[in-house]
């Protein structure tokens, strides 16, 4: 069975009508901080204006599928979703301190210290959808992990999880930043009535703590990330070479927690819900030996992880630079 975090989530932040209010129960117990629901309907023409700008302006850098599939991006019920849509509930899973801290694993962003979090989440909204057909016997279902065309932040904050904030991140009430978000995109299903979201604006007040930490300087301040900038985009996304205004900044293998670490709201005291890899022991000890070992002796150790995803060409090329930048030799 699953742990519950640390703190206490019998009152799981989210907007739940009477009809949906069996969602905090069954999130709690597959280790969710937050669950809300929807009805799908247009967004504001704000929020999808914002989201055009931002592209517009390159600040999505190589992500050329943020191009594609407008059509399906704003409409759930879209022929290439889920036709029939009529409510999505957005769900967030605590990060926490991730899972292996061990060797090079200290390198690695706290969200893929473990299993592969789409794995992950997938499976767990996969239990709660047997939870929303139990109510409603004839709904159908899509579930989403950052794998399809949709808004997540949009949603999550239409659903009431949480607010904005300056890192672009979604901030839990009683976690912070530091969340993972799924959908369960719902067909067959009532719809829920509309709930006040919150605005598409930071709820930080004064604090700039994050937008002066990052090193890059990929933080608008308005909530907004420019990717161009961006250490996890750099090292997640990118195959290609790293700008070095970038490059010279990168002391993580995969991903970057800088932003996360240092916003007040940030709760470290939160348990991790990420589910440990079974492979992911045995990296090798050293960024020497990830840059000039055997890559089949390690690839087999983060098959099931996010790091599989960057590849062993980009992962080598990032340890190059980490060691670099640590003023490592890289037969220390």
Not at 75 to 97: F, Q, R, W, Y
Not at 240 to 263: H, K, N, W, Y
């Amino acid at each position: 069975m699953t742990k519950r975090p640390s703190h206490d989530l019998r009152d799981l932040p989210g907007h739940r009508p009477a009809e949906w209010s069996f969602l905090a129960d069954a999130a709690s117990a597959l280790g969710f901080c937050a669950v809300g629901v929807a009805p799908v309907a247009p967004f504001e023409s704000s929020v999808v204006a914002r989201f055009d700008a931002w592209r517009q302006e390159g600040r999505h850098a190589q992500m050329r599928y943020l191009e594609r599939w407008d059509e399906v991006r704003w409409h759930p019920g879209h022929e290439g979703m889920l036709p029939g849509a009529s409510a999505v509930v957005s769900v967030a899973l605590p990060v926490g301190e991730g899972r292996h801290r061990d060797g090079l694993w200290a390198l690695v962003a706290a969200h893929a210290r473990g299993r592969d979090y789409h794995a992950t989440i997938k499976d767990k909204l996969t239990q709660l959808s047997l939870g929303v057909r139990r109510v409603f016997a004839q709904a159908r279902f899509r579930v989403c992990v950052d794998s399809a065309p949709v808004p997540e932040r949009s949603w999550a904050l239409r659903c009431g999880l949480g607010t904005l904030g300056k890192n672009g991140a979604l901030m839990v009430p009683g976690v912070g930043p530091g969340v993972l978000l799924g959908e369960l995109i719902c067909a067959d299903v009532p719809p829920p009535p509309s709930a006040e979201a919150a605005g598409g604006e930071p709820s930080c007040a004064q604090c700039m703590r994050c937008v002066a930490a990052c090193p890059t300087g990929a933080l608008g301040g308005d909530g907004s990330v420019d990717a161009r900038r961006c250490l996890s985009y750099h090292s997640i996304e990118n195959r290609g070479d790293v700008p070095e205004a970038v490059a010279r900044q990168m002391t993580l293998l995969f991903g970057c927690d800088i932003c996360l670490s240092v916003c007040p709201q940030h709760n470290p005291a939160v348990e991790s819900q990420l589910v440990a890899s079974a492979a992911a022991t045995d990296l090798p000890p050293t960024l020497a030996s990830l840059l000039h070992g055997d890559t089949s002796q390690w690839q087999h150790s983060i098959a099931d992880t996010c790091l599989h995803r960057t590849g062993a060409a980009a992962l080598r090329r990032n340890a190059a630079l980490v060691c670099r930048n640590l003023k490592q030799g890289i037969h220390s």
